[in-house]
């Protein structure tokens, strides 16, 4: 595909905003979705195949300087990943035979819901936690294979819906939250991203592109969560007003 000088700076810009944004809070596929149907002109199910490329390719850098930077931890991890990745297995293949489109509608009702639970008693996202992780019960382990689903279904607000559980249900602090919604993203796309690719649902050449803006946004900001000694107030701050947008666009108000 042949873009112009002015399509090529909406892409790479917009997709290194999105690598920032998923970094911090989640929600930038809104923009590499946009960007791949309205500016690269692709259908939807091909859009939402090769969102992934950037997805697995931001996940990997910002994955490695949360690693480096010592905010990631597998060892109490490993059955949240686990989790996690058998229900993207299983979101991915329903989108591989089925329109997103009916649960679009019910994202923005989803999204309503998440933007009350982050404003109750906002401590509890901003509080550093001492106490050892919340691992997965017979009674939160469902939540985190229905976080998978989604994640592998529409991937699109993905990080918010991690974010929540990870601190509020897991008690992760929000950056260290955030290294491990960004590990596990990257985790299960690898999978996503295959079967996407075998249904004819990708293309590489648009999704290559998006994701150099994506590892640049993803580095850039990892760095900063790592090493900023009130980054976590920042992450939260970003996660309430990228919700509101979020709303404010599913709802129509930019059009």
């Not at 999978?191 to 592109?209: C, E, K, R, T």
């Not at 969560?225 to 107030?233: C, Q």
């Given at each position: 595909?042949?873009y112009t000088?002015?399509?090529?700076s909406?892409i790479?810009?917009?997709?290194?905003?999105?690598?920032?944004?998923?970094?911090?809070?989640?929600?930038?596929s809104a923009?590499?979705?946009?960007i791949?149907?309205?500016?690269?002109?692709?259908?939807?199910?091909i859009?939402?195949g090769?969102?992934?490329v950037?997805v697995?390719?931001?996940?990997?850098m910002?994955?490695?300087?949360f690693y480096?930077n010592?905010?990631?931890?597998f060892?109490?991890?490993?059955?949240i990943?686990l989790?996690?990745?058998v229900?993207?297995?299983i979101g991915?293949?329903?989108?591989?035979h089925?329109?997103?489109?009916q649960f679009?509608?019910?994202f923005k009702?989803?999204?309503?819901s998440?933007l009350?639970?982050?404003?109750?008693r906002?401590?509890?996202?901003l509080t550093?936690?001492?106490?050892?992780i919340?691992?997965?019960?017979?009674?939160?382990?469902?939540?985190f294979i229905?976080?998978?689903f989604y994640?592998?279904?529409?991937?699109?607000?993905?990080g918010i819906f991690?974010l929540?559980?990870?601190?509020?249900v897991?008690k992760?602090?929000i950056i260290?939250?955030n290294?491990l919604?960004?590990?596990?993203?990257f985790?299960?796309s690898?999978?996503?991203?295959?079967i996407?690719?075998?249904?004819?649902l990708?293309?590489w050449?648009?999704?290559?592109?998006?994701?150099?803006g994506q590892m640049?946004g993803g580095?850039?900001?990892?760095q900063?969560a790592s090493?900023?000694?009130?980054?976590?107030?920042w992450a939260?701050?970003?996660?309430?007003?990228?919700?509101?947008?979020v709303?404010?666009?599913?709802?129509g108000?930019f059009g």
């Amino acid at each position: 595909m042949d873009y112009t000088l002015a399509e090529y700076s909406i892409i790479i810009f917009g997709s290194f905003i999105a690598g920032c944004i998923n970094t911090l809070a989640g929600s930038g596929s809104a923009i590499t979705l946009a960007i791949l149907t309205e500016v690269m002109g692709l259908p939807g199910n091909i859009a939402n195949g090769s969102n992934r490329v950037g997805v697995v390719a931001q996940g990997s850098m910002t994955s490695y300087v949360f690693y480096k930077n010592g905010k990631l931890d597998f060892k109490e991890s490993k059955l949240i990943i686990l989790l996690i990745s058998v229900g993207a297995l299983i979101g991915v293949y329903v989108a591989t035979h089925i329109s997103n489109d009916q649960f679009r509608e019910v994202f923005k009702y989803l999204m309503i819901s998440m933007l009350l639970i982050i404003l109750i008693r906002p401590k509890r996202w901003l509080t550093a936690n001492n106490v050892s992780i919340a691992q997965p019960t017979i009674l939160t382990a469902p939540l985190f294979i229905a976080l998978g689903f989604y994640g592998g279904f529409i991937q699109m607000g993905m990080g918010i819906f991690c974010l929540a559980l990870f601190v509020l249900v897991s008690k992760y602090d929000i950056i260290t939250a955030n290294a491990l919604k960004a590990f596990v993203v990257f985790f299960y796309s690898i999978f996503v991203i295959a079967i996407f690719h075998y249904n004819g649902l990708i293309d590489w050449q648009a999704g290559s592109i998006l994701a150099i803006g994506q590892m640049i946004g993803g580095y850039v900001t990892a760095q900063f969560a790592s090493k900023y000694k009130n980054a976590d107030v920042w992450a939260y701050r970003v996660l309430v007003i990228i919700v509101i947008l979020v709303i404010l666009r599913l709802f129509g108000v930019f059009g």
